[in-house]
């Protein structure tokens, strides 16, 4: 069981990305089973333009209500925005859950799409309905349909970090609270090995779990792995004995 202490720190799921936040839902039903999860929202409006600054100050406009620091999680790019704002505001912050997070954070499947744009003379939907196999693996006709709705919804409402003009590049050095590194085994879009990616950044008290079966929303597909890994770390955190930089120890994926 986690301290008294640690009980008493409240956890936060970050999502700014609307379109894509009911694959996260099967996560936070796991996680409540044993402690209550916020959620905070990010809705970019057409005015606003596309850069981390902006929903890290609303966030730290949020955490200003908290006397103590928050367990911070996110996926994909809600996990980047966790990882900018631990950046400028470690205080805040117990710890931070990544998932689906490079070790560079803007690669993600957002700048894997526009690369293909403009790499293939294909339409905006073939592409899209490349990288909706490449995120969830083979579907059905009609559940690839409804992937590549949403995939587009997420193109043009969500926070974006690239687009056909422009990549932008972000460093993750610096992260001073506590880090929990998860990523899907089978993750075609951060391919390259996470252990050796995040190797150099991480701390004592880090640590890296991988969901051998799991692809980029490995958290929708393995959502009970998933809670028990990020509970097991918590409570390791509360008893101080997190073992160093290494592969966290956790139950094995059914």
Request: aromatic residues 10%.
């Given at each position: 069981m986690s301290s008294s202490r640690d009980a008493f720190s409240p956890a936060l799921w970050l999502t700014v990305s609307p379109?894509?936040?009911?694959?996260?839902?099967?996560?936070l039903c796991e996680l409540n089973r044993r402690r209550p999860i916020l959620r905070w929202e990010y809705r970019q409006t057409a005015d606003e333009p596309c850069c981390l600054e902006t929903p890290v100050s609303l966030l730290q406009d949020?955490?200003?209500?908290?006397?103590?620091?928050?367990h911070l999680l996110g996926h994909g790019l809600s996990g980047v925005v966790g990882l900018a704002y631990v950046q400028r505001f470690p205080q805040r912050v117990k710890s931070l859950t990544l998932l689906s997070v490079n070790a560079t954070p803007a690669v993600n499947w957002h700048a894997q799409y526009y690369a293909l744009r403009q790499l293939l003379p294909c339409s905006r939907d073939i592409v899209v309905a490349q990288m909706?196999?490449?995120?969830?693996?083979p579907r059905s006709y009609d559940l690839t349909r409804v992937l590549v709705e949403l995939?587009?919804?997420?193109?043009?409402?969500?926070?974006a970090l690239h687009s056909l003009a422009s990549?932008?590049?972000?460093?993750?050095?610096?992260?001073?609270?506590?880090?929990?590194?998860?990523?899907?085994?089978?993750?075609?879009?951060?391919?390259?090995?996470?252990?050796?990616?995040?190797?150099?950044?991480?701390?004592?008290?880090?640590?890296?779990?991988?969901c051998s079966s799991g692809r980029h929303f490995f958290h929708f597909e393995q959502?009970?792995?998933?809670?028990?890994?990020i509970q097991h770390y918590w409570r390791q955190l509360s008893e101080?004995?997190?073992?160093?930089?290494?592969?966290?120890?956790?139950?094995?994926n059914k």
């Open positions: 379109a894509l936040k009911k694959f996260d839902q099967r996560l949020y955490l200003k209500a908290y006397d103590r620091p928050v909706a196999r490449l995120l969830f693996g995939l587009k919804q997420d193109l043009d409402t969500g926070l990549h932008n590049t972000f460093d993750p050095a610096g992260i001073e609270p506590p880090l929990l590194v998860c990523y899907g085994g089978q993750d075609d879009i951060l391919n390259r090995p996470m252990h050796e990616c995040w190797q150099p950044y991480l701390k004592s008290s880090d640590a890296l779990w991988q959502p009970k792995a998933v809670a028990q890994a101080r004995a997190v073992a160093p930089a290494t592969v966290l120890s956790t139950p094995k």
